[in-house]
């Protein structure tokens, strides 16, 4: 069974840098596409990044230049630099394998 347990999400103030990680279990990680997401306030679900097991990437354009997707592959862990934070940025943070299988995210808060 898979699961994903995502941290290092807290209050920052904008222009601030956060770096979220997740840590995969019950999957044979180095092989699966990752993917980070968020959830802001009354707003659904979206993708923010994503990471093939090739690490190609891409991002939403909400965030090009600003956030990095990384895998290291050895911890079953992804990645999500995040810098030059605005307050749209503020949401709970998923990460996901590609199944339907959910974490129970991590809070960002942005303050202006």
């Known amino acids: 069974q898979v699961q994903l347990v995502e941290s290092g999400g807290g209050l920052v103030q904008a222009g601030g840098s956060l770096r979220l990680s997740c840590v995969a279990s019950g999957t044979i990680f180095s092989i699966r596409p990752m993917g980070w997401y968020r959830q802001p306030p009354g707003k659904p679900r979206e993708l923010v990044a994503r990471i093939t097991s090739g690490r190609n990437t891409n991002y939403a354009d909400s965030v090009k230049g600003r956030f990095t997707i990384s895998r290291d592959n050895a911890k079953n862990t992804v990645y999500l630099q995040m810098n030059s934070l605005k307050p749209e940025d503020t949401a709970v943070y998923y990460c996901?394998?590609?199944?339907?299988?959910w974490g129970q995210g991590t809070q960002v808060t942005v303050s202006s």
């Open positions: 996901n394998d590609g199944s339907t299988t």
